[in-house]
């Protein structure tokens, strides 16, 4: 008797079992084929009917879903094709792309940043794009940015840089026009530092420093058509006259600048009213909530235009993506188009790297780093610049802290020659 | 797959007096229903991880997969194998999470996956195909409509009104009589089909061959083939470098470099010029020999394993003296209240430690840290810029991190202690030092000892507090490798991995992570060793 219950019971639980197994299968496989795996056609491919539309992946961080959001919907509307937007945090998102592309996991799109892609191409996960019909509406710094050694790998859609900003309740709303002007204006109007700089504590912050220095025509790397050599451009007599600027104002001469303002204690110097000046990017503003403040292209402290980095951002499509051809038609003829563009805009106001967006909505300081980012240049994308900021940042904290300025920067110069070649 | 419960064990005679009970079988009580049930699940998702990962093609997680289901059918529906049916689970714990990392890290420490070593060679060519891809400068943007003929493909192109059709094999060549549709696109084209848009965008494999297609302008190859990427406009493009599949060469075409892959898994060309994009290749123990030979990882490296020798010892020692001095002091009876302080004691060590480790940051600052303002007369001492200032500091906010814990181990460990020997030790006359120092300092140390070793692991390894309090810096300044003066291994290990940004070299970081992993493994060993001779005590 025992002996035929286990017999019925082992065949109930083999039939359960298979139909449990049964439709988790079916819905993994389903799955499978239609995510887009690598470029080789796959057997679960085939089985997909010519009806089953393919799906186009697309990484996204918060703050841009809700505008891709929109054109994926017309896009899908139109074409019939699926668009999975996955969201990620963006400083993540550079190390998955180059280590997921090559495994067939990556995405077919990813929104990224300029800086990244001299890396990208020598990880050989990025594809070159075309612009479509509305080339000529980008802004030329944008398209100079995510392009590398003359080709286009990348759409820019925004742009951001550092610019100044200023109390108006000490100093009024007026730009100053040179570093001094600047400076007497903060010890006129009382000010407990008439100039304060975000140095990322000890480690040295090149990048915020970056208007000063270009304002001595010290560039980081040589610059020929709108592309960077690895030819290092901040040697010679200009880098040396920076590196002296930075030492008469640093921890030893004026102290106006010092490696124990960091960018919290930074913000909070001028929040407080404490400091006049500061230079800033858009994504500190928030930190600003109790003074009147406003915001103009940083001033020269060296005789030439103060050019800030100018970071762009933008879409790159996988060089392993099986749906290459989607994914161009989505970013040419739905993300490309003023409407588009616009949505990108309202849903996360950055500089627009498009013609013809309206930014009214974006507030009265977009202005202000409209104006600085015209005078700004691409931060340098080839995989060299990698190695420049270890050697950059060191040699400024260490000449703000009192160390020898020129024989610094010769050093450091020596050095990071050395590391790139 | 599963065998049932069949009547054989019935038929099995009881053979020994004392039988496993598995052997007892009586029927089916409700404990069987009950791993029916659970093993049914087990089941169910593996053999869903099976066909998910055939639908992937990732054979070695299928075979794997396979194995271990069977395993553990066999393992819980035999009647032989009682011992394993405890230990099964943690092995497959062990095998997964353990294991596999540990070969999958030895692995990678073997290649020179990196930044430039990416992927596969294929897919290295790719990149190079893709890069030497450039469009024909002033080239014209054509309306196109793909066409079909049987098999082959082609291009429909219309330029200025005059329509032209190709395919990979044939050039361009103008068709009569075609007619364009509304956005200029031919629509119908003389012996060709023409492949309708919306089957385009939702064929893959159509869409795939059509992005691959070239077309040649002319029977000239220096003018180029005309290419789309979206499928309703065309440029002309010409490639510079062609790949020679035989010779797995790159060759320049417009200057005759040829580019052989290297046995680093990169393109070097005969000039010696290289192309940007490599693949990841085995290169043996290089990765080991490189950390302790090549002049730009040899001393910065040795000077970070030193830190953390001395970062590990120093916060065990300091942190454990102080734990052990406070619950001697708070051991006594005569302190009242002792409960309370004993509670507020623990408190740092209820803090997460990320948390406490920026607070530190900021109260050390050399100008704003309330450190300087209160016990320095506001001089702008740089407790985090300065070399050895910021290894002090470390070790203080280290210690203040971690006495508490063993403020409560040696407490704990001293209430245990046997009163019966210290009172015969007072009997005896011996002094309080003397007390201390031949019975409650050994006996503690039984206790302790294998704690101080898995604390030194701990610390050994202890990323959290170098990262937020220091991130490593400050930076050497006499080399090129993004690490500083209180860097640890592991902290170094990350910087040279490259997941923060710059340069990566996963293959030098797993190698150093193996390192690491033998260090503290010897380490902890003799540790232990020692220790057993400590309970010889006892």
Redesign the interface.
């Known amino acids: 008797m025992?002996?035929k219950?286990?017999?019925g019971?082992?065949?109930l639980?083999?039939v359960?079992?298979l139909a449990?197994?049964g439709g988790?299968?079916e819905d993994?496989?389903a799955?499978?084929?239609a995510e887009?795996?690598a470029?080789e056609?796959?057997a679960?491919?085939e089985t997909?009917a010519?009806?089953s539309?393919?799906e186009l992946v697309v990484w996204v961080d918060e703050n841009r879903e809700g505008a891709v959001e929109a054109a994926a919907a017309t896009f899908e509307a139109e074409?019939?094709?699926t668009v999975t937007l996955v969201q990620k945090n963006f400083e993540d998102i550079?190390?998955d792309f180059?280590?997921q592309?090559?495994t067939g996991e990556g995405p077919d799109i990813t929104v990224g940043a300029h800086d990244w892609l001299g890396?990208l191409?020598?990880?050989?996960?990025v594809?070159?794009?075309?612009l479509?019909?509305n080339a000529d509406s980008f802004a030329q710094v944008g398209l100079d940015a995510m392009s590398y050694?003359?080709?286009q790998y990348g759409m820019p859609y925004a742009l951001e840089a550092i610019a100044l900003v200023q109390n108006v309740d000490l100093v009024g709303a007026e730009a100053p026009a040179t570093w001094d002007d600047m400076i007497q204006a903060g010890i006129d109007a009382g000010a407990e530092r008439p100039f304060c700089i975000n140095t990322a504590?000890?480690?040295g912050d090149g990048y915020t420093m970056y208007p000063l220095q270009t304002s001595f025509g010290a560039p980081v790397f040589v610059q020929e058509d709108g592309s960077y050599t690895s030819e290092v451009g901040m040697g010679g007599e200009a880098g040396l006259a920076f590196a002296n600027f930075l030492a008469e104002n640093g921890?030893a001469g004026n102290g106006y600048i010092?490696?124990?303002?960091?960018y919290?204690?930074n913000n909070e110097l001028f929040n407080s009213g404490e400091c006049a000046f500061t230079i800033q990017g858009p994504w500190a503003l928030g930190e600003f909530g109790d003074v009147n403040f406003t915001v103009n292209p940083v001033p020269s402290a060296g005789g030439e235009t103060a050019a800030p980095f100018v970071g762009v951002q933008g879409f790159y499509v996988s060089?392993?993506s099986?749906?290459?051809?989607?994914a161009?038609?989505f970013l040419?003829?739905y993300i490309a188009t003023p409407d588009a563009m616009q949505a990108l805009f309202d849903a996360d106001p950055r500089l627009p790297a498009f013609d013809g967006v309206d930014t009214a909505a974006g507030g009265e300081y977009v202005a202000g780093f409209q104006a600085s980012a015209e005078d700004g240049v691409p931060m340098p994308s080839i995989?060299e610049m990698?190695?420049v900021?270890?050697?950059w940042n060191?040699a400024e904290?260490?000449i703000i802290?009192g160390a020898d300025p020129e024989a610094t920067w010769t050093k450091m110069i020596e050095?990071l020659t050395?590391?790139i070649s | 797959m599963s065998t049932g419960p069949g009547g054989t064990v019935e038929a099995a005679p009881p053979k020994a007096p004392r039988e496993s009970h598995a052997r007892q079988f009586r029927g089916l009580g409700a404990g069987f229903l009950v791993k029916l049930v659970l093993m049914m699940l087990v089941n169910a998702v593996g053999l869903s991880a099976i066909l998910s990962a055939y639908a992937a093609e990732a054979w070695v997680i299928l075979g794997a997969m396979v194995v271990l289901l069977l395993v553990a059918d066999w393992v819980y529906f035999s009647k032989r194998m009682l011992p394993l049916k405890y230990i099964y689970p943690g092995l497959v714990f062990l095998l997964v999470f353990q294991v596999f990392t540990m070969g999958y890290t030895a692995y990678i420490a073997t290649t020179n996956y990196g930044s430039g070593h990416n992927g596969s060679q294929q897919q290295a060519v790719d990149a190079a195909l893709i890069q030497a891809e450039r469009e024909v400068e002033g080239s014209a943007t054509y309306p196109l409509s793909v066409v079909r003929d049987g098999e082959t493909l082609g291009f429909a192109v219309n330029e200025d009104g005059v329509i032209l059709v190709g395919t990979e094999e044939e050039p361009l060549v103008e068709v009569a009589d075609a007619v364009l549709d509304d956005n200029g696109r031919p629509a119908e084209v003389p012996g060709w089909e023409v492949i309708p848009r919306a089957t385009l965008l939702t064929d893959q494999e159509l869409a795939q061959e059509v992005v691959d297609l070239r077309v040649p302008v002319s029977d000239d190859a220096d003018e180029g083939s005309l290419r789309t990427r979206e499928g309703s406009t065309a440029r002309v493009y010409r490639s510079s470098l062609h790949w020679d599949e035989e010779a797995e060469t790159l060759t320049n075409v417009d200057t005759g470099v040829v580019y052989t892959g290297n046995e680093y898994g990169t393109f070097v060309g005969d000039d010696g010029s290289s192309l940007p994009a490599g693949w990841y290749v085995n290169v043996g123990f290089e990765n080991f020999t490189k950390a302790v030979t090549s002049s730009e990882y040899q001393q910065p490296l040795l000077r970070v394993t030193l830190w953390t020798f001395a970062f590990a010892i120093l916060t065990v020692a300091t942190s454990f003296l102080l734990g052990l001095f406070f619950a001697l002091v708070f051991n006594d009876d005569r302190i009242k209240g002792r409960k309370i302080l004993r509670t507020l004691f623990i408190l740092p060590y209820a803090f997460p430690a990320f948390l406490s480790a920026l607070l530190w940051r900021g109260m050390l600052n050399a100008e704003f840290g309330v450190i300087n303002d209160w016990f320095f007369f506001g001089q702008n001492i740089n407790w985090l810029g300065d070399p050895w200032l910021a290894k002090l500091s470390i070790l203080a906010v280290n210690l203040w991190l971690s006495y508490p814990y063993w403020f409560l181990v040696c407490t704990g460990a001293l209430q245990a202690l046997p009163s019966e020997t210290m009172e015969a030790a007072q009997i005896d006359g011996a002094s309080k030092w003397r007390q201390f120092r031949s019975i409650t300092f050994p006996l503690l140390m039984v206790s302790t000892a294998p704690l101080a070793i898995a604390s030194f692991a701990f610390n050994f390894n202890n990323f959290t507090i170098i990262y937020m309090l220091t991130n490593g810096g400050p930076r050497f300044t006499d080399t090129s490798v993004p690490i500083g003066s209180t860097d640890i291994l592991i902290s170094a290990i990350y910087q040279i991995s490259g997941v923060a940004g710059g340069r990566a070299d996963y293959g030098l970081a797993a190698a150093l992570s193996i390192v690491v992993f033998v260090v503290v493994g010897i380490v902890s060993a003799i540790a232990f060793r020692q220790t057993r001779k400590l309970e010889e005590i006892q």
């Open positions: 025992h002996k219950i286990g017999m019971a082992a065949l639980t083999s359960a079992l449990a197994c988790s299968a993994t496989a799955d499978v084929a887009p795996t470029e056609t796959t679960a491919e997909t010519p009806e539309t393919a074409t019939g094709a550079r190390a180059i280590s592309v090559p890396a191409v020598e990880a050989g996960v594809n070159t794009v075309d479509g019909a050694d003359g080709q504590g000890e480690t921890e010092s490696t124990t303002v960091d919290a204690i060089s392993q099986a749906n290459t051809l989607l161009n038609e040419t003829n995989p990698g190695s900021w270890d050697f060191a904290s260490a802290k050095d050395a590391a």
